[in-house]
């Protein structure tokens, strides 16, 4: 039996690399320890870079995620209830 393979790309704006590039603003969160071991395995292993761009991209993701569940739904809300 042969598979059907769908494929899917989006096109995103880059990440900016350096501060250079567009202007980071420093925040404060709190997380769990847990969380941030695990954070940290991700860096360790080579997955990010950084603490930084590991969260930058988990916070992109969830953006994207919100946006199209705003239009899927006909909301100009990105984060609605919350």
Do not use: Y
């Not at 292993?45 to 930058?56: D, K, M, T, V």
């Not at 994207?64 to 100009?76: D, F, L, P």
Request: proline letters at 5%; glycine letters at 8%; charged letters at 30%.
């Amino acid at each position: 039996m042969m598979g059907i393979f769908i494929r899917v790309s989006f096109k995103l704006k880059p990440m900016p690399r350096t501060k250079s590039e567009e202007k980071m603003v420093l925040i404060s969160v709190h997380i769990p320890k847990q969380m941030l071991e695990e954070l940290d395995e991700l860096v360790r292993s080579g997955s990010f870079p950084s603490r930084s761009e590991a969260i930058r991209v988990a916070i992109r993701d969830l953006l994207i995620r919100e946006r199209a569940r705003g239009v899927e739904q006909g909301g100009g809300v990105l984060m609605s209830g919350r």
